[in-house]
């Protein structure tokens, strides 16, 4: 008995200990609200100085700090988060939404309205962020030829470590949220929407970024649901509901010849519905160095897309700057498994890949996509590889 009882006084302190190291961080972090530094939740005022100066306090805090956004609506104009900070955790606590200026030319041309740049350990959780984008999207659906380009909604660029978690992005100007040259990123729960017929408003854009994570979104949008730019790597996407929007797109690649490839992504579990495209790689028809591979689109279910499956390398808008020239991206090791569903078009797969790099190392594994209750159609120009198990369309790989 005599060890039992000299153990007893010794673990009490170690589980007080345990707990106060677990307990103190969150109890000493140094809370901003908005509302302390002038803004008001009128929907009215503009209140871009307060939330800088909510940031200049947190950025400054030696310790874990967290900007709270209480319920209301908050007009805010271009505004950037610039780092480097004195701690690496700053959480933005949105309970409101946040509000752009209804004249669309206020943020036109900004390019992004609401910007992080340098930071490390920022999370943004819940709220809304409401661009109010709507009349631009007229503007430029009239073809009226001097409307701006807009504003992406978020940004984070030259950034690490963020978390982007329950936040709700609509009526975008354009792009809602963007993740450019930043590492380890994780999205989750996020919810977009925009109209179907918005113009370039993409859903989530990732380019020149590394292990990245998007996971559990609803996107609904006039654009990609996801696109993927150059210089993308360790890009994981999963459970994702995509539609009205053109689908999930690698690409557009290739414009410039010097331009940084896209390598190791994972697309899985995915719903498309009502979509332009399906899942789709598209590189510009001239000449470049990038390239696309080691790509893996798995346990898609896709719901009357005019796409289902793509691989266009003969990318040319308005056929200026590149007719009957030969994509120089390089696509290899390209895997397509499980996915079924069906198509708004006869031809559900089409590989279209350059005649300079043809296409190598596609894979297909159990495809099922129907036209009209119909087997669909497969077309395939300058494109290889292998095809596994159930083969609906007929493989046409080489």
């Known amino acids: 008995m005599e060890p039992t009882r000299k153990a007893t006084p010794i673990i009490i302190p170690v589980l007080v200990i345990v707990i106060l190291f677990y307990c103190m961080p969150n109890a000493a972090a140094a809370t901003f609200n908005v509302l302390d530094f002038g803004a008001k939740a009128d929907g009215r005022?503009?209140?871009?100085k307060a939330f800088t100066s909510a940031w200049a306090q947190a950025c400054a805090s030696a310790q874990p700090a967290s900007i709270l956004v209480p319920k209301g609506r908050f007009l805010v104009g271009s505004t950037t988060f610039s780092g480097q900070c004195a701690n690496k955790a700053i959480s933005f606590e949105i309970q409101g939404t946040l509000v752009a200026p209804s004249d669309?030319?206020?943020l036109a041309n900004k390019g992004t309205w609401l910007l992080f740049e340098h930071?490390?350990?920022?999370?943004?959780?819940s709220g809304v962020l409401d661009g109010q984008g709507t009349i631009l999207w007229d503007c430029k659906n009239s073809n009226d030829g001097s409307c701006p380009s807009g504003a992406t909604t978020l940004e984070f660029t030259n950034s690490k470590n963020i978390v982007i978690s329950g936040l709700t992005s609509m009526n975008s100007q354009m792009f809602h949220i963007v993740i450019n040259a930043c590492q380890n990123v994780k999205a989750q729960g996020i919810t977009i929407t925009a109209d179907g017929n918005s113009p370039n408003t993409d859903g989530i854009h990732v380019q020149g970024s590394s292990d990245i994570?998007?996971?559990?979104?609803?996107?609904?949008?006039?654009?990609?649901?996801i696109s993927i730019g150059p210089g993308t790597t360790n890009l994981w996407i999963e459970n994702i509901?995509?539609?009205?929007g053109h689908g999930i797109s690698i690409g557009s690649l290739g414009k410039d010849e010097n331009e940084a490839g896209v390598q190791n992504v994972t697309v899985k579990t995915v719903t498309?519905?009502?979509?332009?495209?399906?899942v789709r790689i598209k590189t510009w028809g001239r000449p470049s160095n990038s390239f696309v591979r080691d790509v893996i689109f798995q346990d898609a279910t896709i719901v009357n897309a005019q796409n289902p499956i793509v691989i266009d390398q003969n990318y040319c808008p308005n056929n200026e700057g590149?007719?009957?020239?030969?994509?120089?991206?390089?696509?290899?090791?390209?895997?397509?498994?499980n996915i079924h569903g069906?198509?708004?078009?006869?031809?559900?797969?089409?590989?279209d890949c350059s005649s300079k790099n043809p296409c190598s190392g596609i894979k297909l594994e159990d495809l099922k996509l129907t036209y009209k209750n119909q087997a669909a159609q497969a077309s395939c120009v300058h494109a290889s590889g292998d095809a596994l198990g159930l083969e609906q369309p007929q493989s046409c790989l080489s």
Do not use: H, M, W
């Not at 498309?272 to 399906?278: A, C, E, H, I, V």
């Not at 069906?342 to 590989?351: G, L, P, Y």
């Open 213 to 225: 994570t998007i996971l559990t979104s609803k996107i609904r949008t006039g654009d990609d649901c």
């Open 104 to 106: 669309y030319n206020i």
């Open 119 to 125: 930071v490390d350990g920022v999370s943004i959780r």
């Open 45 to 48: 005022t503009d209140s871009s």
């Open 272 to 278: 498309l519905s009502g979509t332009q495209n399906g």
């Open 241 to 244: 509901a995509c539609g009205p």
């Open 322 to 337: 590149c007719p009957g020239q030969a994509s120089g991206v390089k696509i290899s090791d390209i895997t397509y498994k």
């Open 342 to 351: 069906t198509s708004a078009t006869e031809v559900a797969v089409k590989f």
